[in-house]
């Protein structure tokens, strides 16, 4: 798939998936044999008997890999330091059927940090996806939270998904088109 070679592998403990394109959780039991057939961001794309499945970086013993490392900031980080965080983790972020992170995808339209009253901050980010009826939406916008909240600082974040306006190429930065091959 789009260039990666299918690495096999042998499941080394049971481990929850999510089934793609559909979004569905499963749970890929011990022993279970199948191929990495996209490793980018932390999370995997695994094909198992006919299915694509999508295992989380938390999850990537399981596989035989190393599980993905939080992110660092300085204690003395300002707003800025930590809004530019947020954007590198959310390229982290891939649909796990096209090889591009979601920021370079256009699929992030802002993100914007607020002090809470303890002190930390809130990440607000809203965000769209390539097709309204994507069944990884929910997968997408949860993996975006997640990793935005990995920041040492940041105690919530709200991931808005909206439809206006609608994604097009033309969102896609030229590396993106470039690797997808629409340039």
Same mark, same amino acid.
């Given at each position: 798939?789009?260039?990666?070679?299918?690495?096999?592998?042998?499941?080394?403990?049971?481990?929850? &998936?999510?089934?793609?394109?559909?979004?569905?959780?499963?749970?890929?039991? &011990?022993?279970?044999?199948?191929?990495?057939?996209?490793?980018?961001?932390?999370?995997?794309?695994?094909?198992?008997?006919?299915?694509?499945?999508?295992?989380?970086?938390?999850?990537?013993?399981?596989?035989?890999?190393?599980?993905?490392?939080?992110?660092?900031?300085?204690? !003395?980080?300002?707003?800025?330091?930590?809004? &530019?965080?947020?954007?590198?983790?959310?390229?982290?972020?891939?649909?796990?059927?096209? $090889?591009?992170? %979601?920021?370079?995808?256009?699929? %992030?339209?802002?993100?914007?940090?607020?002090?809470?009253?303890?002190?930390?901050?809130?990440?607000?980010?809203?965000?769209?996806?390539?097709?309204?009826?994507?069944?990884?939406?929910?997968?997408?916008?949860? !993996?975006?939270?997640?990793?935005?909240?990995? %920041?040492?600082?940041? +105690?919530?974040?709200?991931? +808005?998904?909206?439809? !206006? $306006? $609608?994604?097009?190429?033309?969102?896609?930065?030229?590396?993106?088109?470039?690797?997808?091959?629409?340039?």
């Amino acid at each position: 798939m789009f260039g990666h070679s299918n690495e096999p592998v042998t499941f080394a403990r049971d481990c929850r &998936a999510v089934i793609i394109p559909a979004g569905d959780e499963a749970t890929l039991k &011990a022993g279970t044999h199948g191929f990495i057939t996209q490793a980018l961001g932390g999370s995997f794309t695994v094909y198992v008997e006919g299915n694509l499945f999508r295992v989380a970086g938390v999850d990537a013993d399981a596989l035989g890999k190393e599980p993905v490392r939080p992110p660092k900031l300085a204690d !003395d980080a300002s707003d800025e330091d930590v809004e &530019a965080l947020a954007w590198e983790q959310m390229k982290t972020c891939f649909d796990p059927e096209i $090889p591009v992170n %979601i920021v370079d995808l256009g699929l %992030i339209y802002s993100c914007t940090l607020e002090r809470t009253e303890s002190g930390n901050r809130h990440a607000s980010i809203t965000m769209t996806l390539t097709a309204p009826g994507c069944g990884m939406g929910d997968i997408l916008v949860q !993996d975006v939270k997640e990793k935005v909240e990995l %920041i040492p600082t940041i +105690e919530s974040t709200t991931v +808005e998904l909206v439809f !206006d $306006p $609608p994604w097009n190429q033309s969102m896609m930065s030229d590396a993106a088109r470039l690797q997808t091959g629409l340039m």
